[in-house]
């Protein structure tokens, strides 16, 4: 929402009248038949608002939450099914059609009616926008192009259908995937897909093939293009607005797109994410700008509530910028929960020990009542037989709760996550934002319990993650309401101390996402605007991206290269002085008979860490200066 759309509603929201129907309407009182006259005059005004200035993308957005919420509320579908066939929403015409709500009245809705089969895609139906903007990008020319898309808008579907219309062109394609857990999901949907190339999901799987589908995390994408000299033809980077971070991972996938390049100047990129607001912002400096397909109207609009600390609740509505009183008093915190939960529910914490603290107080607070049922019986024996007999998450599956984060092995967390998908006998995940990264769960409420380090643009991708579209439409029941999906902020004792909710909940007015970008790879990255140490930071990244891309002229520069490779930079300072203990290094140990009698743990502590000043090494890599650690670590080895 542009800052002058954000006065006008400030501005229609000082009415009084508008003020207290607005309001009723939000918490669900009864209008009478003028109240109700009003409101959708009101909407319908800022339709025609809408289509004077089509950039006015807000106006249409408010217009469409009056007429949902009032379908909702009030079960008169009539308005919401003359804008959804206006504006193209034929899912929701569909949808109201097939569950009896409305009629077709006239031949002009029959034509309608006709005209809405052009929209039929791979069993769903598209919006006319979705449909438009999926056309535009499998026949765009452009090298470099992105789809931007509210999640569940067929970002994957429209990767599929990319491949199949390239696959004469094209031999090599690779999908870039930002964790494991997405690699399987999206192996699964690139697999049955059945397009007749090869499915690569680790770098080992090569073997000289000539077509191919890479789909790959951009650490594995890099091992396979360093080992085999190889380039992709055509690169989909998915969850593509990780790119402006200024981690690790974020700095591989930069590099993984330059050394493509290096390899092949007519490479084809496709950026795709729900969260970016400008694609030119993901450029590298050698790239043209970015065709970009915007899906900007979503179909879900999010109900926001919070809890506060005194046990009253409150609904926040994002265009009257307004926070209303529900006048519910709750005793505390895990009453609202139990009251406010659902078939599946979704508990936000932030850091892992807290997470896993709320999921045993949960369990404690579910009394004594255990789920007897064949599917918890059979992962609670596949847990006992491949983890461990006494695996701290048994209990707590008996009792339908799963929790995930970062330091839960990749494969129980990916098993947890299939299960909770599949097995409507798990009602609770709790879990931090290793669940973002695109993983399609079925989540019917989202509770937020902790606001630190989470900015709009993770809150609107965890809101995203709510009643995806594919489970509303077609479903037996009528399952509109999904489309207002229930969010709850809850003050608690998992929030930080002084952290405020409410800072957060307003940051969501403007369902714009905001481009932060802080990858000194990047080419709109402004150096000018960092100070002190972080700058010297960046600037080294700076200059070890461009010394990957030449040819080293001495050999610290090609241990350095090796080293940067490797990802070793991340756990160990590559500074001069470091850099020429292993230059010298490397020259004692090819005169050196001794070193053969060393074992891989002690070759990599003499070699990297002996003599290394203590705070240039991080903690997880110093601990094999202890020569337990060392003897541990080989025993696991062999």
């Given at each position: 929402?542009?800052?002058?759309?954000?006065r006008?509603?400030?501005?229609i929201?000082?009415?009084p009248?508008?003020?207290?129907v607005?309001?009723?309407?939000i918490?669900?009182?009864t209008?009478?038949?003028n109240?109700?006259?009003?409101?959708?005059?009101?909407?319908?005004?800022?339709c025609?608002?809408?289509?004077k200035?089509?950039?006015?993308t807000s106006?249409?957005e408010?217009?469409?939450?009056?007429?949902?919420k009032y379908?909702?509320?009030?079960?008169?579908?009539?308005?919401l099914?003359d804008?959804?066939l206006?504006?193209?929403?034929?899912?929701?015409?569909?949808?109201?059609?097939?569950?009896?709500?409305?009629?077709?009245?006239n031949?002009?809705?029959?034509?309608n009616?006709?005209n809405?089969?052009?929209y039929?895609?791979?069993?769903?139906i598209?919006?006319a926008d979705?449909?438009?903007k999926?056309d535009?990008l499998l026949s765009t020319?452009s090298?470099?192009s992105?789809?931007i898309?509210?999640?569940s808008?067929?970002k994957?579907?429209?990767?599929?259908?990319?491949?199949k219309?390239?696959?004469d062109?094209y031999?090599?394609?690779?999908?870039?995937v930002?964790?494991k857990?997405?690699?399987?999901q999206?192996?699964?949907n690139v697999r049955?897909a059945?397009?007749?190339?090869?499915?690569?999901?680790h770098?080992e799987?090569y073997t000289?093939?000539?077509?191919?589908i890479?789909?790959?995390?951009?650490?594995?994408?890099?091992?396979?293009?360093?080992?085999?000299?190889?380039y992709?033809?055509?690169m989909y980077?998915?969850e593509a607005?990780?790119?402006f971070?200024?981690?690790?991972r974020?700095i591989l996938?930069?590099?993984?797109?330059?050394?493509?390049?290096?390899r092949?100047?007519?490479?084809?990129i496709?950026?795709l994410?729900?969260?970016?607001?400008?694609?030119?912002n993901?450029?590298?400096?050698?790239?043209?700008?970015i065709?970009?397909?915007?899906?900007s109207i979503?179909?879900k609009e999010?109900?926001i509530y919070?809890?506060?600390?005194d046990?009253?609740e409150?609904i926040y509505?994002?265009?009257?910028n307004?926070?209303?009183?529900l006048n519910?008093k709750y005793?505390d915190?895990?009453e609202?929960?139990f009251q406010?939960?659902?078939?599946?529910?979704?508990?936000?914490?932030?850091?892992p020990k807290e997470?896993e603290?709320?999921?045993?107080?949960?369990?404690n607070?579910l009394g004594?009542?255990?789920?007897?049922?064949p599917?918890?019986?059979?992962?609670?024996a596949?847990?006992?037989?491949?983890?461990?007999?006494?695996?701290y998450?048994i209990d707590?599956i008996?009792?339908?709760?799963?929790?995930?984060?970062?330091k839960?092995?990749d494969?129980?967390k990916?098993?947890?996550e299939?299960q909770?998908?599949?097995n409507?006998?798990?009602?609770?995940?709790?879990?931090?934002m290793v669940i973002?990264?695109?993983?399609?769960?079925?989540i019917d409420?989202?509770f937020?319990?902790?606001?630190?380090?989470?900015s709009?643009?993770?809150a609107?991708n965890?809101?995203?993650?709510i009643?995806?579209?594919?489970?509303?439409f077609g479903?037996?029941?009528?399952?509109?309401?999904?489309l207002?999906p229930?969010?709850?902020?809850?003050?608690?004792e998992y929030n930080?101390?002084?952290m405020?909710?409410?800072?957060?909940i307003?940051?969501?007015?403007?369902?714009?996402?905001k481009d932060?970008v802080?990858?000194?790879?990047?080419e709109n990255?402004?150096i000018?605007?960092?100070?002190?140490e972080?700058?010297?930071?960046?600037?080294?990244?700076?200059?070890n991206e461009?010394?990957?891309s030449?040819?080293?002229?001495?050999v610290?520069?090609n241990?350095?290269?090796?080293?940067?490779?490797?990802g070793?930079?991340?756990?160990i300072?590559?500074?001069?002085?470091?850099?020429?203990?292993l230059?010298y290094?490397c020259?004692?140990?090819?005169?050196s008979?001794?070193?053969t009698d060393?074992?891989?743990?002690e070759?990599?502590?003499?070699?990297?860490l002996w003599?290394?000043?203590?705070?240039?090494?991080?903690f997880?890599?110093?601990?094999l200066?202890n020569?337990l650690?060392?003897k541990?670590y080989?025993?696991?080895f062999?």
């Open positions: 929402m542009r800052t002058k759309e954000k006008q509603f400030t501005s929201s000082k009415i009248f508008f003020s207290n607005y309001r009723k309407m918490v669900g009182e209008l009478n038949i109240e109700k006259t009003y409101m959708l005059s009101i909407a319908l005004e800022f025609r608002q809408y289509e200035d089509k950039r006015r106006y249409v408010f217009a469409y939450f009056v007429f949902l379908a909702l509320t009030y079960k008169d579908y009539a308005p099914y804008f959804a206006n504006f193209g929403f034929y899912p929701i015409v569909k949808e109201l059609q097939d569950k009896g709500e409305v009629e077709i009245l031949i002009q809705e029959f034509i009616q006709v809405i089969n052009e039929v895609y791979d069993s769903y598209e919006t979705q449909k438009e999926r535009l020319e090298n470099y992105s789809f898309a509210p999640t808008f067929g994957s579907s429209a990767i599929i259908d990319h491949i219309g390239k696959s062109d031999s090599r394609f690779s999908i870039i930002p964790t857990s997405l690699l399987v999206t192996y699964r049955n059945n397009l007749g190339f090869k499915i690569l999901t770098d799987m000289e093939d000539e077509r191919f890479a789909v790959m995390t951009q650490e594995r994408a890099l091992r396979l293009l360093d080992k085999h000299e190889l992709f033809d055509v980077i998915d607005h990780n790119l971070e200024k981690n690790s974020s996938l930069a590099r993984l797109i330059r050394l493509n390049n290096r092949n100047r007519s490479q084809k496709i950026y994410s729900p969260l970016i607001n400008d694609s030119n993901l450029k590298l400096d050698f790239q043209d700008d065709a970009e397909q915007r899906i979503n179909m999010a109900e919070e809890f506060l600390k046990g009253n409150e509505n994002r265009f009257s307004q926070f209303y009183s519910n005793t915190f895990w609202y929960i406010k939960k659902s078939a599946k529910n979704f508990v936000y914490i932030k850091r997470i603290r709320f999921a045993k107080e949960l369990y607070r004594d009542d255990e789920i007897v049922s599917r918890i019986e059979a992962i609670v596949e847990l006992k037989d491949y983890v461990h007999e006494d695996f998450m707590l008996k009792k339908g709760i799963v929790y995930l984060h970062g839960i092995p494969l129980i990916e098993y947890m299939f909770f998908k599949n409507d006998d798990l009602f609770y995940i709790v879990s931090n973002l990264e695109g993983i399609n769960l079925p409420r989202l937020i319990l902790n606001a630190h380090s989470l709009s643009n993770m609107i965890l809101i995203g993650r009643n995806r579209l594919n489970d509303i479903s037996k029941e009528m399952s509109l309401y999904k207002l229930q969010v709850y902020f809850i003050n608690s930080a101390k002084n405020s909710m409410r800072s957060l307003t940051q969501l007015r403007s369902n714009i996402n932060k802080e990858n000194p790879t990047l990255f402004s000018e605007r960092v100070k002190g972080q700058r010297g930071k960046m600037l080294q990244i700076i200059a461009k010394l990957l030449e040819e080293p002229l001495k610290g520069d241990i350095k290269q090796v080293l940067l490779k490797c070793i930079e991340e756990y300072k590559l500074n001069d002085i470091y850099l020429e203990k230059e290094r020259n004692l140990i090819m005169n008979v001794r070193w060393y074992n891989i743990i070759k990599i502590y003499y070699f990297y003599d290394i000043v203590e705070e240039d090494v991080k997880e890599i110093r601990r200066e020569d650690a060392r541990y080989m025993f696991f062999e």
